[in-house]
């Protein structure tokens, strides 16, 4: 199985900031991963795929980049409904995988 | 629009049996990658199975065996049937649809409660 770690584990930045999450792969799964952010007591939400790719409705501050084994979530200016959890997920291979989160508060 | 709405959680005894549904509008089941993930009490996101447009499943290890996933075209739903339940598949099961063939989820439902309790 192809294991997802995502650092830090928390996060607490202000409105404003530059923010960087961080997805590793314990192998090579070239662009396919996605990210998702999920609030308390609500369902994920599908934010980007193919590691770059906004969904539809996606505010442009959030961005991904990355292949292979290392991944990046950018937030270009923290908005205070950014707080949340956010997943990263493998796509190449089954099992699908999701690292463990990072959970991001806002200052 | 684009929606599912799952249905059919509870409470159930470890070794019950207990069966999940998705029901879908706005497009076809039968045409998309579907897919269900669970989520423990406070815990992160784990994928339980998948079913291809074609017909191809795939499981989880720790469901392989006990779930069953599959498609009711008539009504459009996806489903999940799940025997030998046990404690450790407490959680809420959500319903997803993936993008394409690409096992990216992009469309969520809203979850469904499963707790397995003596």
């Known amino acids: 199985d192809i294991q997802m770690t995502q650092s830090p584990s928390s996060l607490s930045a202000s409105v404003g900031d530059r923010v960087t999450l961080t997805c590793r792969a314990s192998?090579?799964?070239?662009?396919?991963l996605a990210w998702y952010q999920q609030k308390p007591e609500s369902a994920p939400k599908s934010l980007i795929y193919?590691?770059?790719t906004l969904h539809s409705g996606v505010p442009s501050r959030f961005s991904g980049s990355g292949s292979g084994t290392d991944f990046t979530l950018t937030i270009s200016s923290l908005q205070p409904e950014d707080f949340g959890t956010y997943y990263c997920q493998q796509s190449i291979s089954y099992p699908i995988t999701f690292g463990q989160g990072t959970r991001l508060e806002i200052k | 629009e684009v929606r599912l709405v799952e249905s059919g959680g509870g409470l159930v005894q470890p070794g019950g049996s207990l069966r999940l549904s998705c029901e879908a509008s706005?497009?076809?089941?039968?045409?998309?990658?579907m897919s269900w993930v669970r989520q423990a009490p406070g815990k992160g996101l784990e994928w339980v199975s998948i079913?291809?447009?074609?017909?191809?499943?795939k499981y989880a290890d720790s469901v392989k065996g006990r779930f069953t996933i599959s498609r009711d075209n008539s009504k459009n739903t996806l489903d999940l049937q799940m025997n030998s339940l046990r404690v450790e598949d407490t959680g809420v099961y959500y319903c997803a649809r993936d993008v394409d063939n690409t096992n990216f989820k992009e469309v969520w439902g809203q979850g469904t409660l499963v707790t397995v309790s003596p």
């Open positions: 079913i291809w447009a074609g017909g191809i499943t």
């Open positions: 192998q090579g799964i070239g662009s396919r």
């Open positions: 706005g497009f076809t089941v039968s045409s998309k990658y």
């Open positions: 193919d590691a770059s």
